[in-house]
């Protein structure tokens, strides 16, 4: 009996409150899709350890994450049901007074859970494995590859963390259930209906300062985060998040109070049709709800700056990709760490000997690296070449670039003498002392020769410029007009008016930023001073295909600085030193790099934002349809004193319509707020531009939010119609 009780009650409540179960089956498919991602890789030729370890890295990292989703899936479950529960409130109250005692209402509610949590573990996990199969063919768009053997992957990790996890959150909301259900009084029970229905407005005075409090405080707010900006999270980032919480908070529990107040002092308004009564309608459900609107606000805020931001981070790691792998490989010498340590007297007195002993050692290192650099002329592919008879094999052709930093002029004499910044207060700060970088005309023409790209000419006493950095153009542009000067090596160089953008090496993000392409005369100057290159750049271009070339770097490398045990253990081949070799990248190891950075970045934006959308929307939904079913006997008296029923129609839109976009609304402005400082110090520096995944963003929030609105509007429109027996028009 109690079991065919509880069936009927989940048939009636999936037609009243269709969008909780749906939500719930979305959570479950979502949550399988996302953390089978690793399972994928078997579906891909992936040769080496770096491919496979993407996959790997990427599934810790949506494990990790889907802690947090789980919390917030959580959330919505217990939310859901609450409200659930406190609707049912005189149910179960004619259930007691027939007879039945607490403990089979509770059993009857905890029947009805777990029926629930078992169709929605089912369908959503059919619904989870369908989607992870589209899933992989969006992963190997990521990555540029083909599934050479594609077939139906059912990952069983997924699957037993996802049941794990919703087993969890129905067995916790069962228990909360039963506890709430015991708790209640019959009394209160069978008064809950009447109760609900009081209107609750407050002091419009009170209201006004609040809310000019909250404007103030977010206004606050936005300030803070724009001065401070969000390159590290230190005490500026964390007053700027709890202004805008306090603030978001005080305004939605002054906002109805506030726009009531004003509105009913604008006759022509507060007169007019069934304006009165929607307005209290709002403010009744916004005065008893700010608090789950204030929630609903920062989750739609966090899930819009997550998936903005996301999006343009992932579109930073592919959108320059064929300019970071022009080259089939770099070799990159830190060269200046071959100087060695001078210390006078004072300072040696003040060391102990151990300190002592270890800054000789280091020093004879030093010595010992530069005299071998010295011997080779600096030329890093002869050292290569003499060490390793597999060089000749591997290479086709070779171009190194020397970094020497000027002592004369720095960037910021530059920044203030064109009034042209990075965009980014801090990072002008760091650049501000920073010598103007110099490379050699001969050596930057070997290099645009090796790229197949137009050669440079700077005659004897000229300059021009190269950049590929965005946060740099505006200086470069100002550097290389026709004209200006600067001084490098002694001596005033004057500028040919060429601006060129020539990628330095194999990177996912290039660092190119105002160098300056000097005569070869200043660089030969630099070196009879005893100057040495700030970084030494050797790019290769393989007489092989990659894949092979790069077996044959690996035996280049591990010939000319064999591992010492300590670097062998962690399973490197070669000993990294200042010269010839700190780090390489190939080609492939950055289009890897890329594509599983994309990879990661896109599905973890992707998968917080969509779910935190559809709980703000599934919790918002719900909470509507239960105030449209409490009010059902304020719509019978409308209907009884003659109200038109397309007046009824628009009151009911507009509620849902205010219900649904004012915390959009509000969540929109932080959100702008926060991109646009992440653009500036982010996104801006890498060259991307934020209108794409703010475009995108949009997209995402108009079919999910507004599928919900619209699934919400027209509910409520039946749930009325079905009360008033007869058909609505509009």
């Known amino acids: 009996m109690l079991a065919k009780l509880a069936f009927r009650n989940i048939r009636r409540s999936v037609k009243d409150y269709g969008v909780y179960f749906v939500t719930l089956v979305f959570g479950v498919a979502v949550f399988y899709a996302f953390n089978s991602v690793s399972s994928q890789s078997i579906l891909f030729d992936l040769e080496d350890e770096a491919s496979a370890g993407v996959f790997q890295m990427t599934g810790q990292f949506l494990g990790m994450f889907s802690v947090l989703i789980a919390c917030v899936l959580g959330f919505l479950v217990l939310y859901a049901n609450g409200f659930l529960i406190r609707r049912r409130k005189q149910e179960f109250g004619t259930y007691l007074v027939l007879g039945m005692n607490p403990a089979s209402v509770s059993a009857i509610v905890l029947m009805e859970t777990v029926a629930v949590g078992l169709v929605s573990l089912v369908v959503g996990l059919a619904l989870g494995f369908a989607l992870s199969q589209g899933m992989s063919f969006v992963t190997a768009g990521l990555f540029n590859i083909e599934m050479t053997q594609y077939r139906f992957i059912f990952s069983f990790d997924a699957f037993l963390l996802t049941l794990m996890c919703f087993a969890i959150i129905f067995a916790v909301t069962a228990l909360f259930n039963t506890v709430s259900i015991r708790r209640y009084k019959l009394i209160d029970l069978l008064s809950a209906r009447s109760r609900n229905a009081r209107f609750r407005v407050r002091n419009p005075w009170i209201s006004f300062a609040g809310f000019v409090a909250a404007v103030g405080l977010i206004t606050w707010a936005y300030a803070t985060l724009v001065e401070n900006g969000l390159l590290e999270f230190d005490d500026g980032f964390w007053k700027a998040t709890a202004l805008m919480v306090v603030g978001t908070f005080l305004l939605f529990w002054s906002l109805a109070g506030f726009a009531i107040a004003v509105i009913e002092r604008t006759r022509g308004v507060y007169f007019k049709g069934l304006m009165m009564f929607t307005m209290r309608q709002i403010a009744s459900k916004v005065n008893t ?36 792998t022009i080259y089939d490989a770099t070799l990159t010498a830190n060269v200046y760490l071959n100087q060695g340590s001078t210390h006078d007297s004072q300072e040696l007195a003040q060391m102990t000997e151990e300190d002592r002993e270890y800054q000789k050692v280091a020093d004879e290192k030093a010595a010992a690296v530069t005299a071998d650099a010295e011997a080779y002329g600096w030329d890093i592919a002869a050292k290569l070449a003499d060490s390793s008879p597999a060089w000749d094999e591997l290479v086709e052709r070779a171009a190194q670039i020397d970094a020497f930093v000027s002592d004369e002029t720095s960037y910021g004499e530059l920044m203030e003498r064109y009034g042209q910044g990075t965009g980014n207060a801090k990072q002008n700060e760091a650049l501000h002392n ?25 005659g004897e006493d000229g300059y021009a410029v190269n950049n590929t950095l965005d946060a740099m153009k505006g ?8 004209g200006e000067t600067v001084v490098a090596g002694g001596r005033v160089l004057e500028s040919t008016g060429e601006l060129r953008s020539q990628p330095m090496e194999d990177t996912t993000f290039s660092a190119s930023g105002a160098e300056l392409i000097v005569p070869d005369a200043v660089i030969a100057g630099l070196r009879a001073q005893g100057a040495a290159p700030e970084q030494s750049i050797l790019n290769l271009m393989y007489k092989t295909d990659r894949a092979e070339g790069d077996k044959l770097l690996e035996q280049v490398l591990a010939d000319a600085s064999p591992a010492n045990p300590e670097v062998a253990a962690s399973g490197w081949k070669f000993s990294p030193k200042p010269w010839p070799v700190t780090l390489s990248f190939t080609a492939e190891e950055v289009l890897v790099q890329s594509g599983g950075m994309n990879l990661m970045i896109s599905y973890l934006a992707l998968y917080i934002g969509f779910v935190f959308l559809i709980a703000t929307a599934a919790i918002l939904a719900i909470q509507q349809l239960s105030e449209t079913s409490d009010s059902l006997p304020r719509y019978r008296v409308l209907a009884e004193i003659g109200c038109d029923r397309r007046m009824i129609v628009r009151s009911l839109r507009a509620q849902v319509l205010v219900y649904f976009l004012v915390p959009l609304s509000l969540a929109v402005c932080h959100t702008v707020c926060a991109v646009s400082v992440i653009s500036d110090a982010v996104l801006g520096q890498l060259g991307v531009s934020v209108l794409e995944p703010a475009f995108m963003t949009g997209v995402l929030v108009a079919v999910v939010y507004g599928a919900y609105l619209l699934v919400t509007y027209f509910a409520s429109k039946g749930i009325i119609r079905a009360s008033l027996g007869k058909k609505l028009v509009g």
């Open 289 to 324: 709800a700010f608090v789950s609107l204030s929630v609903v606000c920062i989750m739609l805020f966090f899930s819009l700056t997550v998936f903005s931001t996301g999006m343009g981070l992932a579109r930073a790691f592919s959108g320059n990709i064929e300019d970071g």
């Open 434 to 458: 920073q010598g103007v970088t110099l490379i050699g005309v001969s050596q930057f023409n070997a290099l645009a020769e090796l790229a197949g790209r137009p050669t440079v000419d700077v």
């Open 475 to 482: 200086l470069s542009e100002a550097l290389a007009r026709s």
